[in-house]
């Protein structure tokens, strides 16, 4: 009897487990991408409909947060670096804080990491933060912060809160344009960025110039005009969704290229030896539904080991090693002092940035 009234303890539980969890974030039994064709809800949760007279952008919470559990998502990689609740994890690059005028350059992130500066100590409010470093940002983090600074909490109600902008990596669509995410960023214009970007909508006022009186519910100043088309006779929307991003989207943030090099010998270049094989940004930097990054860490346990350069290009249970995971090259190293790895990381000497210079490597 005790035993019964276990397995029906346990049994409940995991049925209310299933019920709190979204329809987005489970295994649906196979791995073809479910079609995104959807309703659409302003910040306030109303749904939005073709014609409607002064349309409001759509928002990425309540919208994609019909099926997906945005709160767990924020506590995702790109989105928790204001969260002191979220391990620091390995140091990486922070954000740069530059004046021109007296040549400074500081390093700041929200992250414990040594030789960075927490954004308060420099001054920088969750507000300011994101007029900063917005433009280069997929939203989420300081943007969603609650403005304290009474002047700063006015321009937040005209401009709204800069929401995880979902589509800055998972839109397929080869409308979407991360340039025009960065301007809505620059113009203060939060509420609409994910619109502006997504190729589905025009987004005409510049938030950041309207007066501190500017009433965002009844004033004319900030227009949100639907493309024809967009709606279908439901009035549901088409996203055409990556589940696994594409690498142009990583790369608006995450490349450089080197302005040294001539324009005529730029089509000299050579991408990234990964990228020329085949492989994604996301083929080793994967995550889960709370979209915690791997970053290829050598020293933790499971896949951040798996998919470090290590855990593809040395490890091989093999007897007679002849490659590394999924036939990676394994390099021989000859002639370089054991000490370089036990101190240096493979990218100190390999870069993973594209386009790459690799002169003096």
Known sequence: MIILFVWIAAAALSASEEEVKLLGDGNDGNRSMPVHLLELFDADGKPIRAGDKDAKPFSTRTTCGQCHDYDLISGGWHFSGHRADVPAGRVG????????????????????????????????????WVIQFGSHSPGGSYGEMTAEDP???????????????????????????????????ARQNYRWTAAASSGKALINGTASSLSSFFDP?????????????????????FFDIAGKPQDRQCYFCHSWQDLRVAEHDEWMRDVDVHSASGLRCVDCH????????????????????????????????AAVPVSGRLAAPMP??????????????????????????????
């Open 93 to 128: 690059q922070p954000w740069v804080l530059t004046d021109v005028a007296t040549r400074t350059q500081i390093p700041v992130s929200g992250r414990d990491w040594p030789g960075t500066f927490k954004p308060e100590q420099v001054g920088l409010t969750a507000w300011d």
């Open 151 to 185: 002047e700063q909490a006015i321009r937040q109600n005209i401009s709204g809160k800069y929401e995880i902008n979902c589509l800055a990596c998972h839109n397929a669509d080869p409308r979407h344009d991360a340039s025009l995410a960065a301007l809505q960023a």
């Open 217 to 237: 519910e009844f004033d004319e100043g900030l227009k949100t005009t639907y493309l024809d088309g967009v709606f279908d006779k439901d009035n549901k929307v």
């Open 286 to 317: 994967r995550h889960g539904a709370d979209h915690k990054i791997a970053r290829g860490i050598e020293t933790e346990q499971g896949p951040e080991a798996t998919l470090s350069c290590r855990g593809c290009h040395m490890e091989n249970a």
């Open 332 to 361: 021989q190293h000859k002639g370089i002092p054991a000490i370089h790895f036990e101190t240096m990381t493979c990218t100190a000497c390999h870069s993973g940035t594209w386009p790459q210079d690799t002169a003096g490597r």
